[in-house]
């Protein structure tokens, strides 16, 4: 069974740092782009960061310069790591991969007060 697992989030100050964990299970995602989203109340889900399993990156401008979106070495997990957040930042986060269908996990909560 294919699973995607989020972990790492939590509340934070503005200006703190918060490292998002996805880790992949029941098949090799290695050969796919996988990507982080979120979805703040009342918007709609929009993109963060994307990394190919090349290592290309892109990142949405609101996150550019703050954000980091790597993979481990096995392929089976994949990061972000969030720094000089803001509150606007605030909202459960995703992980995606995106193979023959698209995997999502359950996303965890990430909130920033100000």
């Known amino acids: 069974q294919v699973q995607l697992v989020e972990s790492g989030g939590g509340s934070v100050q503005a200006g703190g740092s918060l490292r998002l964990s996805c880790a992949a299970s029941?098949?090799?995602?290695?050969?796919?782009?996988m990507g982080w989203y979120r979805q703040a109340p009342g918007k709609q889900r929009e993109l963060v960061a994307t990394?190919?399993?090349?290592?290309?990156?892109y990142y949405a401008d609101s996150v550019k310069g703050r954000f980091t979106i790597s993979r481990g070495n096995a392929k089976r997990t994949m990061y972000l790591q969030m720094n000089s957040l803001k509150p606007e930042d605030t909202a459960v986060y995703y992980c995606?991969?995106?193979?023959?269908?698209?995997?999502w996990g359950p996303g965890t909560q990430v909130t920033v007060s100000s």
């Open positions: 990394i190919t399993s090349g290592g290309s990156t």
């Open positions: 029941g098949r090799t995602f290695s050969r796919y782009p």
């Open positions: 995606n991969a995106e193979g023959p269908i698209a995997w």
